[in-house]
């Protein structure tokens, strides 16, 4: 099992730009990816970002495409969701996930315990 930490969110005014961190401590394997995903009040769980340990397999929601990016840093064991652009509908609480692939589905087995973001108007 692996715990995963976040950091990083706040109060932004629309426009502007925050960047989410999630530690991961525990064992990585070769299929492994980590993921960001968000719950905004009174919704389900959406699933936001996508991405492996050596960088590559990114996947994102259309509704954070070109504006949201997602990267690994290898040597922290820290996966970083850059956000720029923000609007207010990107209001959410925000969760790193740890998972694997398994064919063409991801299952995710590790939850952190969130970050609030907010986004004014």
């Known amino acids: 099992q692996m715990r995963l930490v976040e950091s990083g969110g706040g109060l932004v005014l629309a426009g502007g730009s925050l960047r989410l961190s999630c530690a991961a401590h525990g064992r990585t394997f070769g299929s492994s990816i980590m993921g960001w995903f968000r719950q905004a009040p009174g919704k389900e769980r959406e699933f936001a970002a996508r991405?492996?340990?050596?960088?590559?397999?990114?996947y994102y929601a259309d509704s954070v495409k070109g504006r949201f990016t997602i990267s690994v840093d290898n040597a922290k064991s820290t996966v970083y969701l850059q956000m720029n652009n923000l609007k207010p509908e990107d209001t959410a609480v925000y969760y790193c996930?740890?998972?694997?692939?398994?064919?063409?589905?991801?299952?995710?087995?590790?939850w952190g315990q969130g970050t609030q973001v907010t986004v004014s108007s």
């Open positions: 996930a740890h998972g694997a692939i398994y064919g063409k589905s991801a299952m995710w087995n590790d």
């Open positions: 991405i492996n340990w050596s960088g590559g397999n990114i």
